[in-house]
């Protein structure tokens, strides 16, 4: 497994590479779990050639503290990307991304950056398009890979290359959970013990949602929700919402033709965890 720092070293070895091959891609932030190996796998079946990156970007946390108590453990992702058959790693640092301007781009994807996510976590949606454009360009894979888990993030990315001339084809993979439903995110390896047991509730929640949909109205379900974690000792609610999956327009009023999604922001301390399923 080739494991590159510089941006000149990746680009020069997808040149040497040539257009036949076909080049899937999986960028992460690290700290990889099953959830990420998932993503190499399915990139692994589906193209000749596969790329990871690990970097934990700057621009897209909106907290300090967010970033800097993010997980980090470099040599352990070599190991497990290097287990699931990954064939390039780009490791690179923040100047080799940002040099010395550690700035978003402004993005405008078509109002999908001020819902959920983008409303609770100011700037956030303008550091994942940043980063993510820059790594498409080096990288310029044909396949990329994104967990449904960022739903939202998924959906902007879609939109990214919607607006822009890459052959790139966005795939989205199913959310990986462990066994008591907790959404697997690397975020999870922050959490205490107690938090730790209490969070599932977050999943618990979300399964008593997709059946109160089949009978209840928009408005009762949010009022459930609201009311589920109003006086918990543990978790906050940050956000829940039911929205249309591909516009994210939140729905207010039940029609058979949309295909909707329930999406929740926790907050576990100041650990931030989302989910979301399909209604
Ligand atoms: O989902 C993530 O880990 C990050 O948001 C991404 C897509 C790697 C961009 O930094």
Not at 172 to 181: A, L, M, N, Q, W
Not at 240 to 263: G, H, Q, Y
Request: hydrophobic letters at 40%.
């Amino acid at each position: 497994m080739l494991v590159f720092p510089k941006i000149k070293s990746v680009t020069e070895a997808i040149k040497l590479l040539g257009s036949s091959v076909r080049v899937g891609f999986v960028p992460t932030m690290g700290a990889l779990h099953k959830g990420h190996l998932s993503l190499i796998e399915r990139a692994r079946k589906e193209n000749d050639f596969v790329v990871a990156s690990i970097f934990v970007n700057p621009t897209q946390f909106d907290k300090e503290a967010d970033l800097t108590k993010y997980p980090r453990g470099l040599e352990a992702d070599l190991a497990m990307l290097r287990s699931t058959g990954c064939d390039m790693v780009f490791t690179p640092s923040t100047e080799e991304m940002y040099a010395q301007n550690i700035q978003s781009e402004s993005f405008d994807f078509d109002g999908l950056e001020q819902l959920m996510e983008g409303k609770h976590r100011t700037g956030h949606f303008d550091g994942v398009g940043t980063i993510v454009k820059r790594l498409f360009e080096v990288v310029k894979p044909n396949c990329a890979y994104f967990g449904e888990k960022d739903f939202q993030q998924l959906q902007i990315v879609k939109k990214l290359v919607e607006k822009n001339p890459w052959p790139i084809r966005i795939v989205g993979c199913p959310i990986f959970r462990e066994t008591d439903g907790l959404a697997m995110s690397s975020r999870n390896l922050r959490l205490t013990k107690t938090q730790r047991a209490a969070v599932p509730l977050i999943y618990k929640t979300l399964l008593e949602v997709s059946k109160q949909f089949q009978t209840e109205e928009v408005l009762a379900i949010k009022e459930r929700v609201t009311t589920i974690f109003d006086k918990h000792p543990v978790l906050r609610l940050d956000y829940f919402d039911i929205a249309e999956e591909t516009s994210l327009r939140p729905v207010t009023n039940k029609d058979p033709k949309l295909t909707c999604r329930a999406f929740i922001a926790v907050f576990a301390g100041e650990i931030r965890l989302i989910d979301n399923m399909r209604l």
